[in-house]
């Protein structure tokens, strides 16, 4: 009998933030396989002693895949810890395709991403009635690319609200590329590096500022752009919770 690979989303930082699934599955498992470098290490605390832990921070997909099937063929319960939420620049996709592959049964438990971990943090909601009611998730292109569709100046046309990941490096690049697409020099930014973590830091600016400040602040690398007006002193209360407004629960 063989056993199995549970894919964790392991949450934005904070070792709380894990899901009470994900919590289970990890208390239970008998080989971890985590991101070292993104994860929160304490997270491993929850492991029950005799765990198998293998940091894939210096692995390739085939050594990846080679501990899941030794795991899998011991009968071991194999967990594969990720940060934040896995469907999010998660690059669990070509696991699961090679797990198909080798007939290894396998199973994700959702995780709380990081750009929902910076909200929270900022105390900000993303959706403002009457200022923004969509949300943007994107990259600057780097080593990984960017359709062109995609591009930081096109998406800036829609002027909602915008989560950049990945791009801290490059603010200079990203600050230009919103401007380019229509957003103005008094658009509200904050960068967010390590959201819920610790050592936690926030920025907080305008797109005129940002990289100064965000130079300043010697942030380069593990931070969240966050953009758009819903940042700003602009907002409206929902219809949900108003007296006159009616609906099958508040006649």
């Avoid at 997909?61 to 594969?80: A, Q």
């Avoid at 592959?101 to 396998?106: G, H, M, P, T």
């Avoid at 990941?165 to 904050?190: N, R, W």
Wanted: proline residues 3%.
């Amino acid at each position: 009998m063989k056993g199995k690979v549970t894919f964790v989303g392991a949450g934005p930082g904070d070792v709380e933030l894990i899901t009470l699934k994900g919590y289970k599955a990890l208390k239970e498992a008998d080989m971890v396989i985590y991101a070292g470098s993104l994860i929160n290490t304490d997270l491993l605390d929850y492991c029950k002693e005799g765990c198998k832990l293998h940091n894939s921070a210096t692995l390739d997909l085939k050594e990846i895949l080679e501990l899941m099937k030794r795991g899998t063929d011991l009968n071991y319960s194999v967990v594969r810890l990720h940060t934040g939420d896995f469907s999010l620049y998660g690059s669990i996709r070509e696991q699961i395709e090679e797990l198909k592959k080798l007939n290894i049964e396998f199973e994700a438990i959702p995780g709380v991403s990081s750009f929902l971990g910076a909200a929270s943090s900022v105390g900000t909601e993303y959706t403002v009635p009457e200022v923004s009611q969509s949300l943007i998730i994107t990259r600057m292109a780097g080593r990984t690319p960017v359709p062109e569709k995609e591009s930081l100046r096109l998406l800036a046309q829609h002027q909602t609200s915008m989560v950049i990941f990945l791009s801290i490096q490059g603010i200079d690049a990203v600050v230009s590329e919103l401007k380019e697409g229509g957003y103005s020099d008094e658009t509200p930014v904050v960068v967010i590096y390590k959201a819920t973590w610790p050592e936690e830091k926030i920025v907080k600016g305008t797109l005129a500022d940002i990289a100064e400040k965000v130079r300043a602040a010697n942030i380069t690398k593990t931070a969240l752009i966050m953009v758009g007006d819903f940042l700003g002193e602009t907002y409206y209360y929902s219809k949900l919770y108003d007296s006159e407004f009616k609906h099958e629960y508040r006649p």
